[in-house]
Nanobody, 124 residues
């Protein structure tokens, strides 16, 4: 069982940066692929980025490629999402998720554990 807690959200102006953190409990964290998803107001939850258990493999949604970076520190049981050049369209609740399957997964049903979410608001 893995419990996930996100932090680092907030209000930022367009062009700014934020770093989200996801702290995980449980000794098995390092065996899970991890992902970030987001849910904009009135829309469905969508894939943002994923990282393999080792950190060697990452995957990004086209909309964030070149602006967002996912990373993890297994010694700290933490996964990060560095978000640069933020745009108003990035406004959403951001969720951390863990999967016992592949880090190539990009849909919510493929993830087994979820955090409670953290709000990111980008003003124009």
């Amino acid at each position: 069982q893995v419990q996930l807690v996100e932090s680092g959200g907030g209000l930022v102006q367009a062009g700014g940066s934020l770093r989200l953190s996801c702290s995980a409990s449980g000794r098995t964290f390092r065996s899970y692929g991890m992902g970030w998803f987001r849910q904009p107001p009135g829309k469905e939850r969508e894939f943002v980025a994923a990282i393999s258990w080792s950190g060697d493999n990452t995957r990004y949604a086209d909309s964030v490629k070149g602006r967002f970076t996912i990373s993890r520190d297994n010694a700290k049981n933490t996964v990060y999402l560095q978000m640069n050049s933020l745009e108003p369209e990035d406004t959403a609740v951001y969720y951390c998720a863990g999967t016992r399957g592949s880090s190539r997964y990009t849909t919510p049903p493929q993830y087994d554990y979820w955090g409670q979410g953290t709000q990111v608001t980008v003003s124009s």
